[in-house]
């Protein structure tokens, strides 16, 4: 009979206690004979784990049933005091914060409106959230294990730098990581803040227990993240979910890429305000100048989206546009990927169901009826915390799953 090293027995230990956690994630609590028969351990393995996992304070006793027959049984659930996280989701135009424990809720949130703002004064901004937190939760620091950050544009997880973002002037080849570290003293870890919505949906929205799926990130920018059996998709050099940057219509507009016809060009935020603009300029939608309160700044997607449902054809057509092309986008992804279900989040879907529900009429019309046949596309129901959620999750994801 094999004998086996130490090594072995710590790694095959470790790879239980992983999987005993990832049970109590998802099933919230459990009695020891149902981890038992769910993770498929005898119970003996079950009892040491637990004990060690209670006397660490990571397990906690949530109530006690008795069916009759023997002692009465303990339902255990993780604790959510155990480890505490900051996620903070940097956009182009919003700087959202959560704090999440250790059993994935959201404790507090704060959010601020950075449009049009420096980026000079971004790292004050982001102090300033992370203040408003604490305060919130009556937390100091130190009660905080690990700060998570979502960032657009390209980033090397790991090494915690953002390599190019368009959509942030100035942040560019930032050692993100290293500048909140020495800020913070905390652990940091950072990722692309479309990979951490899909995260945060895998974990603990509509794609929960799902093992392949895509999220469009609507918003600024327009990315996604891939969710492939189970796990987040990273690609050869960690850039997967540059969907944004495809190209749709061959000498169309000019995109930040610096190519022509890019979804993004036509469909993101920033095209969409940029589009309204000219509206503006040219004189052409009144109820779009009624929205903006009769100014001509840029105006925003909330302000286009009212400016269409109060009957302007101009603002209508330009977010069903922008719905067709972000569908012909996700047809693409279908044909591709194959994934069973669709998640449509970001700022740029809320409260907008003109450009959502073009968006699925654009699928349903241009996909493979095959490849649709059992697809679901849905919206977020993690709403505009999804990033920040996704970077939070991502702090914890070293105690469910194997780096
Ligand atoms: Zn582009």
Redesign the pocket.
Known sequence: MKEYSKSDQAFLRSYNIKKVRGILRNEKSCSRVDLSSMANLDKKTITNIINDMLSDGEVTVVSKSNDGVGRPKENLALNGEFVHCIGLDVGGTHLTGVIMDYTGKVLCDHSIDIAGMNSDILMQLCDLVIEELLSKSNFTLDRINKIGIAFPGYIDSKTGEAKLT?NIKGWQRLPLAELFHKKYNVEIVVDDCSRLMALSELRYGAGRRGSNFIVFDLGLGIGCGIVINGKVFYGAMGMSG?V????VKVDGPH???????????IASGWALTDQALELLHQKESPLLYEATNKNTKTPTVKEIGLAAKLGDEKCLQLLKNAGKYIGIGIVNSISIINPSKVIVGGRLIQDNDIMFQEIVRTVKREALPEMIRDIKIEASQLGELATAMGAATLCLENYFEDE
């Open positions: 368009e540059e944004g940057h495809t190209i995109c930040t890429c610096g190519r022509n016809g890019c979804i993004e060009s």
